[in-house]
Structures are given as structure tokens and as C-alpha cells.
T-cell receptor, first 114, second 117 residues
Framework: AQSVAQPEDQVKVAEGNPLTVKCTYSVSGNPYLFWYVQYPNRGLQFLLKYITGDNLVKGSYGFEAEFNKSQTSFHLKKPSALVSDSALYFCAVRWGGGGNKLTFGTGTQLKVEL | GAVVSQHPSRVICKSGTSVKIECRSLDFQATTMFWYRQFPKQSLMLMATSNEGSKATYEQGVEKDKFLINHASLTLSTLTVTSAHPEDSSFYIC?????????????FGDGTRLSIL
């Protein structure tokens, strides 16, 4: 079975500083990895995905993520955080044997402070 | 980009009422839609996968007679919470997948906050 771990419930950074939100995964076979962001009382917005190819994936709003197969990680990064980036971030994995289903991590609350 | 519209955004009703939530893909056809439930400060729990023109596939532990899903067209899926009780209060979110072939992301609606009194 596939699983996703987001080890940090909350991440705090100062505006202008780089941010990292961690994600590790466990699947059989090749993973398809996604990051989503959720603002209060809203659905999830797609940020980026890794399917194949370059390990560094660039997405919306200046976010990027690096796929690391040996460490089974897919950490989300941004070089310079904004207060408006404060939200709940979810990592998700889809695997070839699971059809279209996504398995989500538990989410990481990002707080960017002035 | 792909837009999914979910309606209503909030429902408050008495115990025993049945509530219908609609999920529409506005600018693409979705052969598959998904229904999730999210408890406060928790992740999304997949309830069921809705396939156009066929019966929904429910996850283990989800009562199919309680949560009725109809996916009658390529742009509309509905979730009906039948005879809702306070423990059904939650945030329900739908998503839809656009296209086949290369792995496409799911696009999410804005969710429905259901409160049963």
C-alpha cells in the first residue's frame, strides 16, 4: 500500500526567507507525486507534480519541489516566502497500481511571519 | 485552467434531513470524480470514486446507502447524505480528473461545510 508522510505539523518562516515543507513517500513501483495548497474553508489548489523526467519540478506561485528517489522524498521549496503563502500544504502520491486514487499526507501548516 | 464548481458551499440543517451536494467540472469533461471528507485539522479521506455512467466505488468503511453518489454526465456528480445526523457534520470536497494519458492532477472544488443540528 502507498503512504505519504509529512513529518511537520507546522512550519514557521520569516517573510523573504526560503521555505521547505517536507514530504516522504512509500509506494510500490514508480510514484506520481503532487503538492496541493489549501486556504481556510476552501478546496485544494494544485501546485505542482512529478511524473517523470527532471527531478526538480517548478510549479505555481514560485514553488518548486525536488524528487529524490534514494531518499523517497519530494520536499516543497520556495526561495523567498511571502505572508500570503501562509496556508495548509498537502503532499499526495498516486501509484501505478492504485488507479486514479490519491493518498494524501496529513498536511503541514505553513506560517510566514513579517 | 480546469475549474471545478461545488455547490452549496455551506449547509446547516436539522437531523434527519437529506442533503445533496453538486460537483461540476466547468471547462472539461471528467469521467472520474472523487468525493472526500475532511475533519478539522486533518487530511482528506477518500470516500468514493465516482465514474460516469456506472456505480461509484466506495472506500472501506463508507456506507454506500448513507452517501449516495450519482455521476449522470461527464460534468456533474452529486453526493447525497441521506438522513444526516450530527456525526455527518464535516467538510466535503469533490475533485475531478481531466483527461487520460499522462497523469493529470485532480482539480478540487471549494468544498461544502455541512453542519447538522
Amino acid at each position: 500500500a502507498q503512504s505519504v508522510a509529512q513529518p511537520e505539523d507546522q512550519v514557521k518562516v520569516a517573510e523573504g526567507n526560503p521555505l521547505t515543507v517536507k514530504c516522504t513517500y512509500s509506494v510500490s513501483g514508480n510514484p506520481y507525486l503532487f503538492w496541493y495548497v489549501q486556504y481556510p474553508n476552501r478546496g485544494l489548489q494544485f501546485l505542482l507534480k512529478y511524473i517523470t523526467g527532471d527531478n526538480l519540478v517548478k510549479g505555481s506561485y514560485g514553488f518548486e519541489a525536488e524528487f529524490n528517489k534514494s531518499q523517497t522524498s519530494f520536499h516543497l521549496k520556495k526561495p523567498s516566502a511571502l505572508v500570503s503563502d501562509s496556508a495548509l500544504y498537502f503532499c499526495a502520491v498516486r501509484w501505478g497500481g492504485g488507479g486514479n486514487k490519491l493518498t494524501f499526507g496529513t498536511g503541514t501548516q505553513l506560517k510566514v511571519e513579517l | 485552467g480546469a475549474v471545478v464548481s461545488q455547490h452549496p458551499s455551506r449547509v446547516i440543517c436539522k437531523s434527519g434531513t437529506s442533503v445533496k451536494i453538486e460537483c461540476r467540472s466547468l471547462d472539461f469533461q471528467a469521467t472520474t470524480m472523487f468525493w472526500y471528507r475532511q475533519f478539522p485539522k486533518q487530511s482528506l479521506m477518500l470516500m468514493a470514486t465516482s465514474n460516469e455512467g456506472s456505480k461509484a466505488t466506495y472506500e472501506q468503511g463508507v456506507e454506500k446507502d448513507k452517501f449516495l453518489i450519482n455521476h449522470a454526465s461527464l460534468t456533474l456528480s452529486t453526493l447525497t447524505v441521506t438522513s444526516a445526523h450530527p456525526e455527518d457534520s464535516s467538510f466535503y470536497i469533490c475533485s475531478a480528473r481531466d483527461g487520460a494519458g499522462e497523469v493529470q492532477p485532480q482539480h478540487f472544488g471549494d468544498g461544502t461545510r455541512l453542519s447538522i443540528l
